[in-house]
């Protein structure tokens, strides 16, 4: 069973601070991995996608890939109320279809 | 730019009545997908669709039918609801698998 994990959490930060989220995969052959948010009651949204290991950087967010380790992690630098969601991790696994994390859920406290 | 679209918003069914949800997307993307999102389970595929004419099944297909009726709409069927269908179906398109997927806004089902 090809899995994707994540802490479920909740995540708390104070506004400001750095959120980091985790996710771990067990598919070695995965190739492509995806950030998406999600507020309460919507639909996700993709935030990031990263394919090569190393750093992505999009304004406040930095997608970091380790495919020896088999981790993907998201930072949210100067963390606001606003990014107060559900984070899900997805991984392709060379077709065309994505596995999904179960998610973090994420507090920013004013 | 309407991105997905799904229909019905909402809906409660009693156990063994049947529906379809529907689901369309403008962006000319090739494959399509139907997802359910239940509490503490996350997001389980439950059948898919890479190109016009095709279809197959995700993790928990047991109880659904799709039809990918042309390159745009991509329907999921219940064909005798049960009360374990009580969920969030999500409709997702997809260009290739590099751009990940964009949703629709969802269904909620109830079954009672």
């Known amino acids: 069973q090809k899995e994707v994990e994540q802490n479920s959490g909740p995540l708390s930060v104070p506004e400001g601070a750095i959120a980091s989220l985790n996710c771990t995969y067990s598919d070695r052959g995965s190739q492509s991995f995806f950030w998406y948010r999600q507020y309460s009651g919507k639909s996700p949204e993709l935030i990031m996608f990263?394919?090569?290991?190393g750093d992505k950087e999009d304004g406040r967010f930095t997608a970091q890939l380790n495919k020896a380790s088999q981790y993907v992690s998201l930072l949210i630098r100067d963390s606001q109320p606003s990014d107060s969601a559900t984070y899900l991790c997805?991984?392709?696994?060379?077709?065309?279809?994505?596995?999904f994390g179960k998610g973090t859920k994420l507090t920013v406290n004013p | 730019n309407a991105g997905v679209t799904q229909t019905p918003k909402f809906q409660v069914l009693k156990t063994g009545q049947s529906m379809t949800l529907q689901c369309a997307q403008d962006m000319n993307h090739n494959s399509m997908y139907w997802y359910r999102q239940d509490p503490g389970m996350g997001l389980r595929l439950i059948y898919y669709s890479a190109s016009e004419g095709t279809t197959d099944k995700g993790e928990v297909p047991n109880g659904y039918n799709v039809s990918r009726l042309n390159k745009r709409e991509f329907s999921l069927r219940l064909e005798s609801a049960a009360p374990s269908q009580t969920s969030v179906y999500f409709c997702?398109?997809?260009?290739?698998?590099?751009?990940?997927?964009?949703f629709g806004s969802g269904t909620r089902l109830t079954v009672v």
């Open positions: 990263i394919y090569s290991n």
């Open positions: 997702a398109s997809s260009r290739d698998r590099e751009k990940g997927y964009t």
């Open positions: 997805a991984v392709n696994l060379g077709s065309e279809k994505l596995v």
